[in-house]
């Protein structure tokens, strides 16, 4: 079983001589070359069958039976397209409590409605946080049941480690474009948050919703203010989460 921490067999993922270009939505390009060694992921084998160099991003099952399926995975296929990081085309879910976790790097959790998770729940996710792991959060259609409950469960799980806004200029926002602003689909959007720890964010938080559904089926943000420039953002964390 495959696991973020020390005493684990980890392999480096190196994101190597990635050029960007211009991709819209208010993402400038990045025209310098840049090599970076990425952060630790899994050793294989890995869910799916899929080869250890391929990046897996899950999507969370949590508060027992709470499914996080309406986030695209469209970024997945734009990240592999656009830079040198080859990435699974799906989401993996995967249960919060289970050890499978360990096996992602980054995990997405979304929903609307309020929730709440079971106490094993809450150890697993701040080990994995810890442990080097990657929480995105988005509140589906910018609810504001799911963003009170997710506020109440980050400060029960981190309470040393408050949400705090990340501000434009933090690197998250220009790994791999040059993002200089939130657009939304009604004025404008509250900041995204996140946990950090160490240095390292580990926990990024949107309350407005980075689920870009326009590329979901079965899916809207009906009423809620979605970022609209989700999809480049999310591009961004994918390779911070690799990077740092």
């Not at 090599?35 to 897996?56: F, M, R, T």
């Not at 027992?64 to 995975?73: A, E, H, K, N």
């Not at 360990?102 to 998770?117: H, K, N, R, S, W």
Request: hydrophobic share 40%; proline share 4%; net charge negative.
């Amino acid at each position: 079983m495959k696991r973020f921490s020390g005493h684990s067999v980890w392999t480096l993922l190196a994101i190597a001589c990635l050029t960007w270009t211009t991709y819209g939505h208010g993402a400038e390009s990045v025209t310098e070359t840049k090599l970076a060694a990425a952060a630790p992921v899994p050793d294989s084998p890995q869910a799916g069958g899929e080869a250890e160099s391929i990046v897996q991003v899950a999507n969370l099952v949590y508060a027992g039976v709470r499914s996080s399926r309406c986030f695209s995975d469209h970024f997945l296929v734009r990240a592999e397209k656009e830079t040198a990081i080859s990435t699974s085309r799906r989401f993996h879910a995967v249960k919060l409590a289970s050890d499978d976790l360990y096996d992602f790097p980054m995990v997405i959790m979304t929903g609307e409605g309020a929730f709440e998770l079971p106490e094993a729940e809450r150890q697993a996710l701040r080990r994995y946080v810890e442990r080097g792991g990657f929480l995105l959060a988005s509140a589906g259609c910018s609810s504001q049941e799911w963003n009170s409950s997710f506020r109440q469960e980050i400060a029960e799980i981190f309470p040393e480690h408050p949400l705090a806004t990340i501000e434009m200029d933090h690197p998250i926002f220009h790994t791999v474009y040059d993002i200089d602003k939130l657009e939304a689909k009604h004025g404008t959007p509250r900041p995204i948050e996140g946990v950090s720890i160490g240095g390292r964010i580990g926990v990024l938080f949107s309350h407005d919703g980075l689920n870009d559904t326009k590329h979901t089926q079965g899916c809207c943000c009906c009423g809620g203010n979605e970022i609209t420039n989700a999809e480049a953002i999310n591009v961004n964390i994918l390779a911070y989460s690799l990077t740092y």
